[in-house]
Nanobody, 122 residues
Framework: DVQLVESGGGSVHTGGSLRLSCVDR????????MGWFRQAPGKDREAVAA???????SYAESVKGRFTISRDDARNTVYLQMINLSPEDTALYTC?????????????????WGQGTQVTVS
């Protein structure tokens, strides 16, 4: 079963905006760090942003000032608001939970990945 479900990807022109959403379908009974990474064809995975349970966030240098990560724990959802998009942002964006290399301070044993949502900027 897919535990993290992303949505909101699509195709936009340079300078456009998108908001990605990720719903965690598990009912673990606690909250934990969530994040996003991306991978473009032929490139390595790149950590994009992470948000802790206290709302503190971290970002890749390449997206600082343009992307904002947020969370709604009542809906078990994390968002990634992206503005001023450029072709370099084109990638498959994947939501993750509890993953240190994405930017979470620590792991609590509930790591999971989504299947990703494609963002294409032209």
């Amino acid at each position: 079963d897919v535990q993290l479900v992303e949505s909101g990807g699509g195709s936009v022109h340079t300078g456009g905006s998108l908001r990605l959403s990720c719903v965690d379908r598990r009912n673990i009974g606690r909250h934990y760090c969530m994040g996003w990474f991306r991978q473009a064809p032929g490139k390595d995975r790149e950590a994009v942003a992470a948000i802790e349970t206290d709302g503190s966030a971290s970002y890749a240098e390449s997206v600082k000032g343009r992307f904002t990560i947020s969370r709604d724990d009542a809906r078990n959802t994390v968002y990634l608001q992206m503005i001023n998009l450029s072709p370099e942002d084109t990638a498959l964006y994947t939501c993750v939970s509890d993953t240190v290399w994405v930017g979470c301070r620590r792991s609590v044993g509930v790591a999971a990945w989504g299947q990703g949502t494609q963002v294409t900027v032209s």
